[in-house]
């Protein structure tokens, strides 16, 4: 089965596309990519907040409440917005001053992180992350006929959470009518095409404590998101450790006794925002929000939890040489 495969750095991550044969009347596949290449680089250089030259960090320095505002940005920001309806404020996108705080202040792609044992071995004791009571993303709103982002000054926003899983989607859409295809934006998997249906993408689902393969995903179409501890780990400047899943009801980071979470949805949005809300909550309610689609947990001592759907289904035999790996972020 023939497809076009590229990879490339954007967005702090590691970006793989796969895409497979083209429609009648489609580019061939090689141009669909380096489309989506370019627009991948440009999402990134306009919603980075570590480019100061970005459209998102000047959204965060207009002093006005009123804000104009490319249909790009109040795409990223309504994106934003809905992570947190749907995960009840958890995912916030509006913790912007806590994560620098915590020492996130710039981009820690290509930095080595400090060993997740380590951290885990100092962490304080562990308990659910709740949403921030001011719920301040509320403050937020998109005025699309005015080409407008309304929020009261000086709040920021920060589109990290979500921006993955939104690229994966939007560079999806761009790829209808190819026979299958895969955007895997640093762990944010989006998969379509009707021949993916046939044959569907095994994907790797990454242990974050030994780096080694915990389970593989068939998956046909929709969206698959890891979310983990393990890559972004730092030390404070008084010796404490940090990570960037913080608990919003404290700004700190969330110690939940979990430190992986994989989750299988319609979009790889969704699934993004459903693996952070799963490993913010913390095993129990973890189970509850992969109950209905399936998912992998796992706990801070190694243990992997399959959950709903991925629970009941067999495991399947991992192939030596092929499927798509999923990274945890």
Request: charged fraction near 25%; charge should be negative; glycine fraction near 12%.
């Amino acid at each position: 089965m023939s497809e076009h495969d590229i990879t490339f750095d954007a967005m702090g991550s590691h970006v793989r596309l796969l895409i497979g044969e083209p429609g009648t009347g489609l580019a061939p596949a090689a141009e669909a990519a380096e489309r989506a290449r370019r627009f991948i680089h440009g999402f990134d250089a306009a919603l980075s907040r570590f480019k100061p030259e970005s459209e998102l960090c000047a959204l965060n320095r207009d002093r006005r409440e009123r804000v104009p505002a490319s249909p790009l940005l109040r795409q990223a920001v309504s994106a934003g917005l809905a992570a947190a309806e749907r995960s009840d404020g958890l995912v916030d996108p509006t913790l912007l001053g806590a994560i620098e705080d915590a020492g996130y202040t710039i981009s820690r792609a290509g930095m080595s992180g400090m060993p997740l044992t380590e951290a885990l071995a100092e962490a304080p004791p562990r308990h659910p992350a709740h949403p921030s009571p001011d719920q301040s993303w509320r403050r937020f709103e998109i005025d699309d006929a005015a080409g407008e982002i309304v929020r009261p000054a000086g709040l920021g926003f920060d589109t990290g959470g979500t921006g993955k899983g939104l690229a994966a989607d939007l560079v999806a859409a761009s790829l209808r009518g190819y026979s299958r295809f895969t955007v895997d934006c640093g762990g944010d998997i989006r998969i379509g095409g009707a021949d993916a249906l046939v044959h569907p993408y095994e994907v790797f689902v990454e242990h974050p404590l030994t780096g080694e393969r915990a389970y593989v995903v068939r998956l046909g179409s929709g969206g698959v998101a890891t979310s983990g501890l393990n890559v972004r780990i730092w030390r404070r400047a008084d010796g404490r450790y940090s990570h960037h899943l913080l608990d919003p009801a404290t700004g700190e980071p969330a110690w939940t006794g979990l430190v992986g979470a994989t989750a299988l949805a319609d979009t790889a949005l969704e699934a993004e925002t459903l693996s952070k809300a799963a490993l913010l909550s913390g095993p129990e309610r973890a189970r509850e929000l992969f109950a209905e689609r399936g998912g992998l947990i796992v706990h801070d001592g190694g243990r992997v939890e399959l959950v709903g759907p991925l629970a009941a289904a067999p495991r399947i035999r991992i192939p030596a040489d092929a499927g798509l790996a999923g990274v945890a972020r």
